[in-house]
Every structure is written in C-alpha cells, then in structure tokens.
T-cell receptor, first 111, second 114 residues
Framework: SQQGEEDPQALSIQEGENATMNCSYK?????LQWYRQNSGRGLVHLILIRSNEREKHSGRLRVTLDTSKKSSSLLITASRAADTASYFCATAVRGGNQFYFGTGTSLTVIP | DAGVIQSPRHEVTEMGQEVTLRCKPI?????LFWYRQTMMRGLELLIY????????DSGMPEDRFSAKMPNASFSTLKIQPSEPRDSAVYFC????????????FGPGTRLTVL
C-alpha cells in the first residue's frame, strides 16, 4: 500500500501546549499535504510542502519534510481547543495525479 | 463559490437497494475524486475524473459500484445492490490541478445499509 502512516494515532494535550504529529510514506513524492478533519465534516487543506522544500510555516503551523527518511512532521504551536480534530497527511506520488492519505492522528486539546 | 456540494448528507437504506450519491464540484476544477472513509480502512480513493473522463477506477471495490460524470458540474456514485459492508462516509473532492494543488472536500454522505 502506498498509504502513509501518521504517528501517534491519538494525542491529548492541554491548551497552550504544542502538538507534533508525524507522517511516514513509502514512495517518491511530488509534494505532501496536511489536512484537518473535524468530527462529522469533510477534510480541509492546511498546508502543502513540495519535495524540494524542507520547512514551511503557516500561522501556528510548521511543517517539515525529510525526503531521505520519507517522513514529515506537523507542529501546531500554542494549541487551542478549536484545534481538536483528526489530522491527515496526503502524498502526491511523483508522476501521479492522486493523493494517498495516511491513517490520521486524532488530536484532543483540553481547555 | 459554495464549495463542493454533496447530497444527500445522510442515507439509510436496506440491503439490496440501489443507492445514488451526488456531487457538484467547484466550478472550474478539472479533477473530481470520490473517496470512502471507514474506521477500519481509513480514507480510500475510489475513482477520479479529469475533464469528466474517468481516469483511474482501480479503487472501486466491486462491480456493484459505478460512477459517472455527465458534465463538469455533476457526478454520481451508484451502488447497486447495496450491502451492509458498504456503510461508510463517502466524500467527493475537486481540485484545479491533480497532484500539485489542494483538494477541496465536500461534507460527505453518511451511508448506512441495514
């Protein structure tokens, strides 16, 4: 399977703390994207990092990519209760048109 | 734009019945994707279209599943006959450029087959 895997599967933190989620994948990629899914909703795009980039920031989000290790991490700083959701990485395989989604990390931020 | 629109939001049906899920992508998006999400298997790509043409349907689980895109603003996913193991949330997503741009997801259709 080309599906990525997120680690940990579940994460529970206090409001204000930082949350780090990791994603590992198997094939060469064009880019990697992170999505958020609130309970009962569709996925929402957060950030895209290209294969030639190593780090990217967007507001309280920081994404890193290590293509040699085939891994990425998503850091959410100063977490808020509203950040409670599931987070998925999606890899765009080089030369392909579709994404392969990981298994997701369920994040709970306790007020 | 209202985003990707899916209908119905919830569908409860009995085994053996035909189910049709509908999707309206974002105007101007050339790619449309159908996904299925379950606890056991996560998010699976079923099929995707480019300019209304099915490109890859290798994720369609069985012949009971079929998808069409008669025009740029409408797609359907049909299950006939439905089975309890088809119970899942089905998402439609669209994107401007596949593979290099973000996908916009609809709210999903929660299907329950009794």
């Amino acid at each position: 399977s080309q599906q990525g895997e997120e680690d940990p599967q579940a994460l529970s933190i206090q409001e204000g703390e930082n949350a780090t989620m990791n994603c590992s994948y198997k094939t060469s990629i064009n880019n990697l994207q992170w999505y958020r899914q609130n309970s009962g909703r569709g996925l929402v795009h957060l950030i895209l990092i290209r294969s030639n980039e190593r780090e990217k920031h967007s507001g309280r989000l920081r994404v890193t990519l290590d293509t040699s290790k085939k891994s990425s991490s998503l850091l959410i700083t100063a977490s808020r209760a509203a950040d409670t959701a599931s987070y998925f990485c999606a890899t765009a395989v080089r030369g392909g048109n579709q994404f392969y989604f990981g298994t997701g990390t369920s994040l709970t931020v306790i007020p | 734009d209202a985003g990707v629109i899916q209908s119905p939001r919830h569908e409860v049906t009995e085994m053996g019945q035909e189910v049709t899920l509908r999707c309206k992508p974002i105007s101007g998006h050339d790619y449309l994707f159908w996904y299925r999400q379950t606890m056991m298997r996560g998010l699976e790509l079923l099929i995707y279209f480019n300019n209304n043409v099915p490109i890859d349907d290798s994720g369609m689980p069985e012949d009971r599943f079929s998808a069409k895109m008669p025009n740029a603003s409408f797609s359907t996913l049909k299950i006939q006959p439905s089975e309890p193991r088809d119970s899942a949330v089905y998402f439609c997503a669209s994107s401007l450029l596949a593979g290099v741009s973000e996908q916009f997801f609809g709210p999903g259709t929660r299907l329950t087959v009794l």
